[in-house]
């Protein structure tokens, strides 16, 4: 086969172009050749080591070798000529097969390898034609960054995008990328026009997506030669000629290393995309990603810790997919930020301008809605202020010329002129109108009085005729007025655009919609799109099926399509109308005057319809452009959530700056004396103008103690508070900044519910799927009566939409078939809510199934509730959701009383992770702390049981003895001061009652404050401060330690840094390209991604144990540098 496709090559190598049957002939080769290809890697890949071996050993070498020569050619002279790209290309796909089976030959490959030595002699016989496919990957793979550069735009002076052939090579010489010989190869490449113009976008374009597939196949299997054969001089050399290949595809090369199924490690290549690398490094991303190396570090068993790693990887795809949704788009490549784009954009509307003009070019479109084109009208005019519309008006504005300039400034001047005028024509015209068609509008009396009694029997439905559709078959009878119609529906095709332009003028002459013609009293009640019988008792669309037979013979026949489909499918409703309309204008128009009777009614049912349509396209996609709207706002707070919550604490710190300036007085500030000083103005910050703290002071004198002064000395103590200033500025800011922060509040808990909730649901069902699955929960063992979590789970096994986010769809039927035989299908169906019936294949019918009902009715009870009902139940247990609810809760109470703004500080302490390692502390051992807490409080109830039976007396706070204080005479008294007092006291209780010196109870008493001080002062409160304080050391050591093992130690190996750092930077190139945590995060992505028939065989084998979920394939304790370092050296 080589030897035929390269005589093939030298047949033509002296020829300019490959001729057509040439082109037919190679094509079919290379056909062959790349099944020949692709069967080899099915049969080697695996790996299978005896037919790897068997391939090696025969003829491939000398046929791989005449293929690089015929490949190296054969690119660089298709590549030359236009006419030739087709061939190229499919010459690129059959290289592209060859490499592939080059890679499935290193599957399974050990250091020093025969194959891999067999490989590397191969390339090196053959390095001058890898070298000239090298060169040629390589001037394409850096021509797209070369042309989208501002150096090589400077060269670029045509606005349409075209360079011409000596400012490319300039353009391409100033960028010392390439040398001569090869910017004139690019040239020879290029296609011109007859102005010799080159298209540089379309001609970087060409090329690029071949040179990336290709290029990093090769980089791939030049990074595996190098990596199993390290000390070849000779691949030394061939690498460093391949060096800028390499360096182009170095970010987007994945590695991995793995426990094979022979028990030796392999190393896995593969692509890791921008996009998703960009992924990787978002905010809520980093945040899960320190959360869980957190959280895994006291994981002892490697099982246990590759577990929660394979979870922490599904959960991570799962919210890099939401973060791929919610980013913005960045269109197609770089062409945003091309000039061209706006012009291909106005030549796209002037071409469907123009084709509705043929379409009907009396019939001006009607907007669908007038709300739609506002909401349109005001995205356009934000969007002209957008960075990158900036952007590309900068760089057009930089390529005009001074004339253009000027006509440019000229042009906006009358534009902006033309507008102002035109703005204010169309105000003073509407009101004029207003007021003509209230005072003198006659037109509705006017048709009132046109219409006939036949005109109005005509058009009310037939009573037998109702509900007819244009699917069901037709009537018996039908052809034999078949003749009629035919006539009725020249006259009908013959007034169709009098009878558009007619309708718009009533339309804009002010009547109702009902009443724009001589309809009849029957259209008034209607609400349906059906089209009605005409007056000869045959359905309206019958009568247009009729039109075809009396076409031209010439013009093309387009079936006509039901009416009444037209609110449901808005795009296939404006081709109707296109065609329809094109029928009209295509068709004769005789004069027959007779039947003009007929013609109006016709023209009366045609009108409303198309009235309906429209009002009902109007709708359709105001709701469509409602739901564009909604998403993007959705994806924008989504976005921006890290950003809100940051604004919503500056905010904060703005509230707590104006609540410094509060100041309490007993009198309104306004009724003070201006002399004394106070700089206040009347109602300038009163709280009883805002509905805060009226009266809500302290209705004593302060003390605490009800003197009985009565209601005039409640008035007399109400207190005022009030804002201090002299600007004015304050307390409107006050007011602005609260309820933008509760705005921003609002939009944190949308933007959440967007960005984190669905992973909440998401980690819920898989939790729920697994334990399904592999632990038979809910079939083999149901979860205890306590545990509410799993008995709320149990509320959403039997719902249709379980599950909604969690990836494997099929975990129903994968329990039913695991658990099915053992405890009865049926049983296991009932659990999961699964209908056996639907799932046997055998059984299904080929009916014609019922058009979807889209009616309200049907789209609520289509809703699952319970599901629903289970995911609320979720969401609301969800520690951050709730967080945020309390946030905006506070920041609503704040409106109420505004010092409720300085609660929303303590967000400072959720936002830095140093303030969140304190506040954790507190509650990371809360159990204990709470129970502690708990013994504290029943020592104290003890010994207030003991004070109020045997030492009221000591208890008398007041200091005049003829109004005692007793602090004891009551049991709830003598507790709350035990606690406030007696355990806030450093010396405990005996240091706050009286000295019992002296007293007969002297004894008792020193006892009593001694044991008190030991147990609750010394013992209790230490103890609780003991927790806090370890707690906080365990917290610190812990990141400390995650810390020194991510420094030290391997964390999908396990092995130190010290067995490494034998060789220069050995751990830090260890863990950054063979052991790299993201790269296993990427490799579980692909492999889910990718189809599983095009699994290679390591692949394969690492999909069929995640499967089964057995991570034996982690290297746990080895590497590939440990198993072959006596051959690496």
């Not at 093939?8 to 040439?22: N, Q, R, V």
């Amino acid at each position: 086969m080589q030897e035929s496709i390269s005589d093939f090559y030298w047949y033509y190598s002296g020829k300019d172009i490959i001729d057509e049957p040439g082109k037919r002939n190679f094509s079919k080769a290379m056909t062959v050749a790349k099944q020949v290809f692709n069967s080899l890697t099915e049969y080697i890949q695996g790996p299978c080591t005896g037919n790897q071996q068997s391939l090696a050993h025969s003829r491939l070498w000398d046929a791989v070798v005449g293929f690089l020569h015929v490949f190296a050619h054969m690119m660089m002279k298709l590549a030359q000529d236009s006419s030739q790209i087709g061939l190229l290309k499919e010459l690129l796909d059959l290289q592209k097969d060859m490499v592939v089976m080059l890679l499935s030959l290193l599957e399974g490959n050990i250091v020093n390898g025969t194959i891999a030595r067999q490989m590397v002699d191969m390339l090196v016989e053959s390095s001058s034609n890898v070298e000239m496919i090298l060169k040629f990957f390589d001037m394409f793979l850096k021509l797209k960054d070369i042309v989208a550069s501002d150096a090589f735009r400077d060269y670029v002076t045509d606005p349409r995008g075209l360079i011409s052939k000596k400012d490319f090579s300039k353009a391409m010489d100033s960028q010392k990328q390439y040398s001569p010989s090869e910017i004139q190869f690019l040239l020879s490449c290029s296609e011109a026009d007859e102005n010799e113009m080159i298209n540089f976008e379309e001609f970087a374009d060409r090329f690029q997506e071949p040179a990336k597939d290709i290029g990093f196949n090769i980089a791939v299997l030049l990074t595996n030669l190098s990596e199993h054969v390290p000390h070849d001089t000779r691949l030394q050399n061939f690498l460093g000629q391949a060096e800028s290949v390499l360096n182009y595809f170095r970010p987007f090369l994945g590695r991995i290393e793995i426990m094979g199924a022979s028990r030796k490690i392999e190393r896995i290549y593969f692509e890791i995309s921008e996009a998703n690398r960009n992924q990787w490094e978002m905010p809520q991303v980093r945040e899960s990603k320190r959360q869980f190396i957190f959280d895994v570090v006291n994981e002892i068993g490697e099982s246990e810790k590759m577990e929660m790693f394979v979870n922490f990887c599904e959960d991570t795809i799962f919210e890099m997919n939401i973060a791929a949704s919610i980013s913005e788009p960045e269109g197609d490549g770089a062409e945003p930020d091309d000039d061209e784009e706006e012009e291909e954009g106005g030549g796209d509307q002037v071409e469907a301008t123009e084709g509705d003009e043929e379409n009907g070019e009396e019939a001006a479109p009607v907007p669908a809605s007038a709300f739609a084109d506002f909401l349109k009208s005001v995205g356009d005019f934000f969007n002209m202020f957008t960075f990158r519309n900036l952007r590309r008006r900068y760089r057009k504005l930089r390529k005009m010329t001074v004339k253009e300039m000027v006509i440019g400034l000229a042009t906006f001047i009358f534009t902006v002129l033309m507008g102002i005028l035109m703005f204010v024509y169309g105000i003073c015209k509407g009101f004029f109108t207003l007021i003509w068609k209230m005072l003198f509008g006659g037109g509705l009396v006017e048709g009132a009085k046109k219409m006939t009694v036949t005109e109005i029997l005509a058009s009310m439905p037939d009573p037998t005729q109702d509900e007819v559709h244009g699917d069901l078959p037709p009537e018996p009878g039908a052809e034999e007025i078949q003749d009629a119609d035919e006539v009725a529906d020249l006259l009908d095709v013959a007034g169709g655009e009098e009878e558009e332009e007619d309708s718009e003028e009533r339309g804009e002459g002010g009547r109702l919609p009902g009443f724009s013609a001589p309809g009849g009293l029957g259209d008034f009640g209607e609400t349906t799109t059906e089209e009605p019988p005409t007056p000869e008792g045959t359905p309206l669309l019958k009568r247009k099926l009729l039109e075809t037979a009396v076409a031209e013979p010439g013009e093309a026949q387009q079936p006509a399509q039901p009416e009444e489909e037209a609110p449901r499918e808005t795009e296939k409703a404006d081709t109707e109308n296109g065609e329809k309309e094109k029928e009209e204008k295509a068709e004769p128009k005789p004069e027959v005057k007779e039947e003009e009777p007929e013609v109006k009614e016709e023209q009366t049912v045609k009108t409303k319809a198309k009235k309906d349509k429209k009002v009902a396209e109007g709708g359709s996609e105001l709701w469509n452009e409602l739901e564009v709207q909604r998403i993007k706002y959705m994806n924008y707070l989504s976005r921006n959530f890290y950003n809100l919550r940051f604004l919503a604490l500056f905010i904060s710190f703005a509230l707590n700056f104006i609540l410094l300036f509060y100041k309490v007085s007993e009198s309104p500030p306004g009724e003070e004396d201006p002399s004394e000083g106070s700089g206040l103005f009347e109602g300038s910050g009163l709280f009883e103008g805002s509905g805060l703290f009226e009266g809500s002071g302290a209705e004593e004198d302060g003390s605490g103690l009800d003197v009985g002064g009565g209601e005039d000395d409640e008035e007399e103590g109400t207190l005022y508070y009030f804002l201090e200033e002299s600007t004015g500025y304050m307390e409107p800011a006050m007011a602005f900044f609260g309820f933008i922060h509760t705005l921003i509040a609002v939009l944190c808990i949308i933007g959440y519910n967007c960005l984190k909730v669905p992973l909440v649901i998401f980690k819920r069902e898989k939790e729920l799927a697994r334990k399904l699955e592999f632990d038979g929960v809910y079939v083999t063992e149901q979860p205890e009566d306590d545990d509410i979590k799993g008995q709320w789970d149990r509320l959403v096994l039997n719902t249709p939409s379980f599950p909604n986010n969690y990836w494997d769809k099929f975990v129903k039927r994968k329990v039913l078939d695991k658990y099915g035989d053992i405890y009865g299908r049926e049983r296991i169906a009932e659990l999961l809510g699964m209908d056996l019936a639907s799932l046997d294949v055998s059984a299904m019918t080929h009916e014609k199934k019922p058009e979807p009902d889209t009616s309200m009715l049907s789209w609520v009870t289509a809703i699952d509730i319970k599901y629903q009902i289970w995911k609320f139940g979720v969401i609301f247990t969800d520690n951050t959701f709730l967080y945020l609810c309390w946030y905006m809760l506070t920041s609503l109470l704040g409106h109420y009383n505004n010092f409720f703004f300085a609660a929303l500080l303590l967000d400072i302490a959720m936002g830095v992770k140093t303030l969140r390692t304190i506040l954790s502390s507190v509650t990371h051992n809360g159990k204990q702390l709470m129970m502690t807490v708990g013994l504290l409080a029943v020592v104290v109830y003890l010994y207030t049981v003991v004070a109020f039976n045997f030492f009221r007396k000591f208890y008398n706070m007041s200091e005049d003895e003829d109004e005692p204080d007793m602090k004891c005479d009551d049991m709830m008294t003598c507790y709350l001061f035990h606690m406030y007092v007696g355990v806030r006291a450093g010396g405990g209780i005996g240091d706050e009652i009286e000295d019992p010196a002296g007293d007969e109870y002297e004894l008792y008493r020193v006892v009593f404050d001694i044991t008190f001080f030991f147990f609750v002062i010394v013992i209790l409160l230490a103890i609780i401060q003991g927790l806090i304080i370890d707690a906080f050391g365990e917290l610190r050591d812990q990141q400390e330690q995650v810390r020194e093992d991510m420094e030290t130690k391997c964390f999908i190996c396990g092995i130190g840094s010290d067995y490494f750092d034998t060789t220069p930077h050995g751990f830090e190139t260890h863990t950054l390209e063979e052991h790299n945590l993201a790269n296993y995060m990427f490799f579980l992505m692909y492999l889910i991604n990718k189809d599983e028939t095009e699994h290679t065989g390591q692949e394969s084998y690492v999909w069929k144990l995640y499967q089964e979920r057995c991570w034996d394939f982690y290297p746990a304790g080895d590497c590939f540098r440990k198993q072959y370092e006596d051959l690496l050296g």
